[in-house]
């Protein structure tokens, strides 16, 4: 059974940096994609990073280039988010997805191409 865990949200004030962490069993994060979504109140959810099976391959919503970097540990079979330069448009619940794939180079932004998700972790940001 595969179970995906996000950490690290929480208060901070805009101009600050937060670290989301996604721990995943059940599955091998170096053979899978995966990514980080949020959403805020009253909003569709987005996607904000992604990452391919063999790491080479990132991608960052528009909104979040320069600020947020994405990056995955295979031995602790975790993917993490750093986020910087946090703005109060960044206030979301922030939700980490993977999919186990055998193409190595594939990243994607859309939600449609992963099959497990986390709980979220809420990430606010006062001005």
């Known amino acids: 059974q595969v179970r995906v865990v996000e950490s690290g949200g929480g208060l901070v004030q805009a101009g600050g940096s937060l670290r989301l962490s996604c721990t995943v069993s059940g599955l091998p994060t170096d053979r899978s994609r995966m990514a980080w979504f949020r959403q805020a109140t009253g909003q569709e959810r987005e996607g904000v990073s992604c990452?391919?099976?063999?790491?080479?391959?990132?991608n960052y919503a528009d909104s979040v280039k320069g600020r947020f970097t994405i990056s995955r540990d295979s031995a602790k079979n975790a993917l993490y988010l750093q986020m910087n330069s946090l703005k109060p448009e960044d206030t979301a619940m922030y939700y980490c997805?993977?999919?186990?794939?055998?193409?190595?180079?594939?990243?994607?932004?859309?939600?449609?191409?992963?099959?497990?998700w986390g709980h979220g972790t809420q990430v606010t940001v006062s001005s």
């Open positions: 997805a993977a999919a186990p794939t055998y193409n190595s180079g594939f990243a994607s932004l859309s939600a449609s191409q992963y099959f497990y």
């Open positions: 990452i391919s099976q063999s790491g080479a391959n990132t």
